[in-house]
């Protein structure tokens, strides 16, 4: 049975990577929403844990960041192997 995945432990370690990737390419909240046409909010919610991104969402931010995806998906399937 799959549990709630908006605080789960593939969610916490992708989330993670995402925030340290934002870190990385010296973005703010405020400076990656505005990339993305969103409220910092939105971010702040995703590093948060408070809200997850579907796959859509997910590709686009990566492209955001100029970042591969598969390098954040590739935690999660390593854990999951």
């Known amino acids: 049975m799959m549990g709630k ?8 370690k992708l989330t993670k990577w995402l925030k340290s990737k934002r870190h990385e ?5 405020r400076s990656l929403a505005q990339v993305l046409g969103t409220p910092h ?7 948060n844990q408070e809200r997850r991104l579907d796959v ?26």
């Open 5 to 12: 995945t908006v605080s789960s432990e593939e969610n916490s």
């Open 41 to 47: 909010s939105f971010i702040g919610k995703i590093e």
């Open 56 to 81: 859509i969402e997910f590709l686009r931010y990566c492209e955001a960041l100029e970042v591969d995806p598969y390098e954040g998906l590739s935690l999660i399937k390593e854990e999951q192997m």
């Open 25 to 29: 390419k010296g973005h703010t909240m």
